[in-house]
């Protein structure tokens, strides 16, 4: 069972030892029976469904699926059955507008949503209006917390860290000019500025006059690469999505900018990490670097527990098929709304934000716990290395 302790405001929980029962089983309230006696607990999950990053959108909502299931049989929250609807919201601005309007017309009592953070941004407005918790699994560009919004909690720590962690990579190496790529969105942009920031903060220079944008649905990086050689960087920092990534890796390794033939290092944001960059790099892929958070990367001993074992087997027995990078922020999404409403004793969405506000819980992806703007607080951050095809912790680490 779980352990609280708000007045401490610790929350201990974890995979039971002995079997798949879930941090959230003991959100149950009474026998599994009693789950069907009141109304569905309707969550809201817009997440891309269609599109380059409908993988990685089906991978989070598949934990999801698992953690409401848990906790459904073992009596739902407060006796209320989770019903999980899903929108497509498909990684676009307008989309994602018409998927929120539509979960707010169905009258959710919270969303638990949000891949690509070009299409959170705009849909934080009416989640806010609606005055209902949104839960982000995923999508975590540092703007998303700067609207003032009191409903708003990230699970993937601020992407602000991928650029502390790039700029600390570059001056381990010793790499003194950097070019920096954004792919234009929202997510892109402000990885893009901060890792900018930084790198400037730490002595380093961001060759070609600043910050350098391609479109997102560009597939075709030779002017791009033309002007890194021109500049002189040996350091490449790409803040996109992993589609574009595995393109652009493929095309700066054919030019001989990196792999055995080049001169420079390339790393990518947290939101290129995915095993589809790797498969659509091939060997390209292959001593390619990338910034995202250590609760993420599935690498080193942060994920590598007997609670993290048991989610995976488990994913893979239901779903067929292995977990994305951020399943587990799926999951200890749905969890952290069913502590939260189990500690108010309420599902009323203000209730539940209140007991957000102040959650505190060891999940699958470590202490989740956030700050007065809904940030994930304790993020520490990974850089991973591709070596033979796999993602591995690279050593050194960078000191932040």
């Given at each position: 069972?779980i ?29 599994a ?6 109304s ?12 380059a ?7 989070i ?6 953690a ?16 999980l609807?899903?929108?497509?919201d ?11 309007n ?6 959710v ?8 953070s070009?299409a959170?941004?705009p ?8 005055g209902?918790?949104y839960?982000?699994p995923?999508?975590n ?6 609207g003032?919004?009191?409903n ?8 602000s ?7 600390a ?12 790529i ?15 920031q ?10 070609a ?13 030779s ?40 001169t420079a290092?390339?790393?990518v944001a ?6 589809t ?7 390209a892929?292959?001593?390619t ?38 399943s ?18 309420s ?10 506000r ?9 202490k989740?716990?956030?700050?007065k ?8 951050m ?8 796999q993602y ?9």
């Amino acid at each position: 069972m779980i352990k609280t302790n708000f007045k401490a405001r610790v929350l201990t929980s974890g995979l039971l030892v002995a079997t798949m029962l879930t941090v959230v089983a003991g959100a149950a309230s009474g026998p599994a029976s009693a789950a069907k006696k009141l109304s569905p607990y309707l969550v809201g999950v817009p997440m891309p469904m269609t599109g380059a990053e409908a993988q990685a959108g089906t991978q989070i909502f598949n934990a999801e699926l698992m953690a409401a299931q848990q906790v459904n049989k073992h009596g739902g929250v407060l006796g209320h059955p989770i019903k999980l609807l899903e929108q497509d919201d498909a990684c676009d601005a307008g989309t994602a507008v018409n998927a929120a309007n539509k979960l707010v017309s169905e009258n959710v009592q919270a969303i638990v949503g949000g891949y690509c953070s070009g299409a959170t941004l705009p849909v934080e407005p009416i989640i806010a209006r609606a005055g209902i918790p949104y839960v982000m699994p995923a999508a975590n560009s540092p703007e998303l917390t700067t609207g003032g919004y009191k409903n708003v909690f990230l699970i993937d720590p601020s992407g602000s860290g991928d650029g502390a962690e790039a700029a600390a990579f570059f001056k381990q190496q010793g790499i003194k000019k950097v070019f920096i790529i954004d792919d234009q969105s929202s997510f892109g942009v402000a990885i893009a500025n901060a890792a900018a920031q930084d790198i400037t903060k730490d002595g380093g220079t961001v060759v070609a006059g600043g910050v350098q944008s391609i479109p997102a649905t560009s597939n075709d990086f030779s002017a791009v690469i033309s002007q890194i050689k021109s500049s002189g960087a040996t350091g490449i920092y790409w803040s996109g999505y992993f589609s574009q990534a595995a393109q652009f890796a493929t095309q700066l390794n054919a030019a001989n900018v990196i792999g055995p033939n080049g001169t420079a290092k390339f790393v990518v944001a947290d939101g290129s990490v995915d095993a589809t960059y790797i498969s659509g790099a091939g060997q390209a892929a292959n001593g390619t670097y990338a910034t995202i958070a250590a609760l993420a990367s599935g690498v080193g001993n942060v994920l590598n527990s007997r609670a993290d074992h048991l989610f995976n087997a488990a994913y893979h027995k239901q779903f067929k098929s292995a977990p994305g990078p951020y399943s587990t922020f799926g999951y200890d999404a749905i969890t952290a709304l069913v502590l939260a409403a189990r500690h108010v004793h309420s599902i009323k969405p203000a209730r539940v934000i209140a007991g957000l506000r102040t959650l505190h819980f060891n999940g699958l992806t470590g202490k989740v716990s956030f700050d007065k703007t809904g940030n994930r607080l304790g993020a520490v951050m990974d850089l991973l290395e591709v070596v033979n095809g796999q993602y591995t912790l690279a050593k050194p680490q960078p000191k932040l």
